[in-house]
């Protein structure tokens, strides 16, 4: 690999680095309708890629808006939710925005002049072109080319899809529209209004703007949505989905431990899908030579990210899931010991186990009962 960067390096400062094709990989996507294609560069692209994203990042991530959270130093998912959780509960409309292909549609053009706007530095505006117009190697080995579109995958997409944003949707909303606010990551973004009038006009002039830049919003994805406590009795949307979390009113209680109503986020059904899939695939009962601290390595980092994650907010929603976890450990438990074959004998061992070591299974400060 040392020899392998002065090579790059070499390369580089020369103008004589030529970007090899990424891989196409496909993932199926969070909502279960189709795949996404990721591009993925080979180690040695990575790096020269992660060269200019890092030089581009310290001059235009001071100048992102401060509600931009994707792909940010210091900014996480977690912090987007937080926010439009506050949101919702000053305004009572949002918009719950999606933009369709956001990844594939990206007017390079767009991209290109963005980039020469922050960098007089030639080399980094001549590979950030050869990196746009590199080409994709399809699962069935055919080579695709691309006339737009940054792969999602690559070290530099996340800026370069940053950078775009800002001149495309973040400055043109907030000169746009003074008084709304909004929360974006990526092509996810929720907007909120004062009004259902003020979120139709902004939809409007949305649709537009995405229009002049070369994108789109998903017409099945974006809509309006009524964030307020009161019961619509029309067929106005009163629920979205941001980031993995449901947006919606839940019970809730106040200090004093009275019940009330608030439009909350928690972790949504797809997001809850996805995890009860992956459960399933371990096979827990199957891997009867299995020791409890050989599942405890295994499992429970994967359990710990879902807690950090789907955890922070209202998270009883997820206590189902690891409660489901618990079960199938205990399936195993009676599979294993022949003697505690019977659900009651493996229930009172399991509890036994539970109290001596209440912190062995990463869920089991959340859900430990049988």
């Known amino acids: 690999m040392r020899g392998n960067l002065y090579k790059i390096w070499n390369r580089m400062s020369s103008g004589s680095y030529f970007p090899p094709p990424v891989k196409g990989v496909e993932i199926p996507k969070s909502h279960g309708d189709g795949v996404r294609l990721l591009g993925v560069p080979t180690v040695s692209d990575r790096i020269a890629q992660t060269v200019v994203a890092r030089h581009l990042e310290k001059r235009v991530d001071p100048l992102f808006h401060a509600d931009s959270f994707g792909y940010r130093p210091g900014r996480s998912a977690l912090d987007a939710v937080a926010v439009c959780r506050q949101r919702c509960w000053k305004k009572k409309w949002a918009i719950d925005l999606d933009i369709a292909k956001f990844f594939d549609s990206v007017r390079w053009d767009l991209v290109v002049k963005a980039v020469e706007s922050h960098t007089d530095s030639a080399w980094v505006i001549l590979y950030v072109k050869r990196w746009l117009a590199a080409p994709v190697l399809m699962p069935n080995g055919t080579l695709q080319q691309r006339d737009r579109g940054t792969p999602q995958g690559s070290a530099v997409s996340p800026i370069l899809a940053n950078l775009f944003l800002h001149y495309a949707f973040d400055t043109w909303l907030t000169r746009t529209f003074r008084n709304v606010q909004f929360e974006c990551y990526a092509d996810d973004a929720v907007i909120h209004c004062s009004s259902e009038r003020q979120a139709r006009e902004v939809l409007a002039r949305l649709e537009d703007r995405m229009a002049e830049v070369g994108l789109q919003l998903h017409p099945d994805k974006t809509r309006i949505v009524y964030c307020g406590r009161e019961r619509r009795r029309d067929d106005t949307a009163t629920s979205f989905t941001f980031l993995g979390f449901a947006f919606r009113n839940r019970p809730a ?118």
């Open 253 to 370: 209680k106040d200090r004093h431990g009275k019940i009330f109503t608030s439009f909350l986020p928690a972790v949504s059904k797809d997001a809850l899908k996805k995890m009860s899939t992956e459960v399933r695939s371990w096979r827990i009962h199957l891997h009867v030579t299995y020791s409890f601290g050989e599942f405890a390595k295994w499992l429970n980092p994967i359990i710990r990210g879902w807690m950090q994650y789907y955890g922070a907010f209202y998270q009883t929603e997820l206590h189902p899931l690891l409660q489901r976890i618990n079960f199938y450990l205990l399936r195993w438990v009676r599979k294993k010991h022949k003697r505690l074959k019977t659900y009651k004998k493996a229930a009172r061992r399991w509890d036994q186990v539970v109290k001596s070591y209440p912190s062995f299974f990463a869920h089991w400060k959340w859900v430990n009962v049988t």
